[in-house]
């Protein structure tokens, strides 16, 4: 079992930078691979980007790539995103899961998923 608790979302004008961490309990979180999705209004749950469980690996979504940059410190079982040049279309809630495997970009591979955090940009 694992548990997940997002933070560092807030309100950011457009051309920010947040920095989100996810903060993990239980056991062997440095076996799990971590992904960070969002969802907002009236949209679907979207991929963002993931990270294998030793950090040398990691995926981005289009939207994203050149933007945001996933880590982790296992040390700390704590996974982040930065967030740099944010656009209004950025927008959500940000949520962080793991899974045991290989990076995935759907959500139904994720196991265990955390309670989000509300990232809004202003434009």
């Known amino acids: 079992q694992v548990q997940l608790v997002e933070s560092g979302g807030g309100l950011v004008q457009a051309g920010g930078s947040l920095r989100l961490s996810c903060a993990a309990s239980?056991?062997?979180?440095?076996?799990?691979?971590v992904g960070w999705f969002r969802q907002a209004p009236g949209k679907e749950r979207e991929f963002v980007a993931a990270?294998?469980?030793?950090?040398?690996?990691?995926y981005y979504a289009d939207s994203v790539k050149g933007r945001f940059t996933i880590s982790r410190d296992n040390a700390k079982n704590t996974v982040y995103l930065q967030m740099n040049s944010l656009e209004p279309d950025d927008t959500a809630v940000y949520y962080c899961?793991?899974?045991?495997?290989?990076?995935?970009?759907?959500?139904?591979?994720?196991?265990?998923w955390g309670q989000g955090t509300q990232v809004t940009v202003s434009s």
């Open positions: 899961a793991t899974r045991r495997g290989s990076m995935m970009v759907l959500t139904p591979a994720y196991d265990y």
């Open positions: 239980g056991r062997s979180f440095n076996t799990y691979t």
């Open positions: 990270i294998g469980w030793s950090g040398s690996s990691t």
